[in-house]
């Protein structure tokens, strides 16, 4: 593969690792909180943070702490790993060049889109903006690279399925 798109495909297999990694540090937090009062965590982070408890989002964040079972907790933990051995497993396929997790990488992204669009359009922000164009730069550089994965399989010297012949 030409050293540039290596170079990218590895970028994203990194950024896709990352991912995991933060989603799984998101996981064993919430088994940390297995067996305590999270009500009173959350209270504690909304007043550790100098937030208005009465306001929108930490009055929205409290109540739902206020319903946190440990169950809940299980279920969020398990769902977290899940996804985090996925972004793995997709992180491990693009590092070695795996034309299977090129594929993934390209769907996976694309299907964030539309609710990433939706999510701007009624109040636009900075960091929505920020991840909405990492998603578009990663679906269009794995489209990229897949539209030139013959050329990038002959200058690996991989063997290279014959095309049908024109008729």
């Known amino acids: 593969m030409r050293k540039p798109l290596q170079t990218g495909v590895r970028a994203v297999a990194v950024v896709e690792g990352v991912k995991a990694a933060i989603v799984l540090l998101a996981g064993f937090g919430l088994l940390a909180l297995i067996h305590r009062d999270v009500q009173e965590v959350a209270e504690t982070l909304v007043r550790h943070s100098h937030l208005n408890p009465a306001s929108k989002y930490p009055k929205i964040f409290l109540d739902a702490a206020n319903k946190v079972t440990d169950g809940t907790l299980w279920l969020f933990a398990?769902?977290?790993?899940?996804?985090?051995?996925?972004?793995?497993?997709?992180?491990?396929?693009?590092?070695?060049?795996?034309?299977?997790?090129?594929?993934?990488?390209?769907?996976?992204?694309?299907?964030?889109?539309?609710?990433?669009?939706?999510?701007?359009?009624?109040?636009?922000?900075?960091?929505?903006f920020s991840i909405f164009l990492t998603n578009i730069i990663v679906v269009l550089y794995m489209a990229y690279a897949l539209r030139h994965s013959r050329e990038q399989d002959l200058e690996l010297g991989k063997p290279v399925p014959e095309s049908p012949p024109s008729t």
């Open 78 to 128: 398990g769902l977290a790993a899940l996804y985090a051995l996925v972004r793995a497993i997709e992180a491990y396929g693009l590092w070695n060049e795996r034309r299977w997790a090129e594929w993934f990488a390209l769907a996976s992204s694309a299907i964030y889109l539309p609710v990433e669009v939706y999510e701007m359009w009624p109040r636009f922000g900075w960091v929505k």
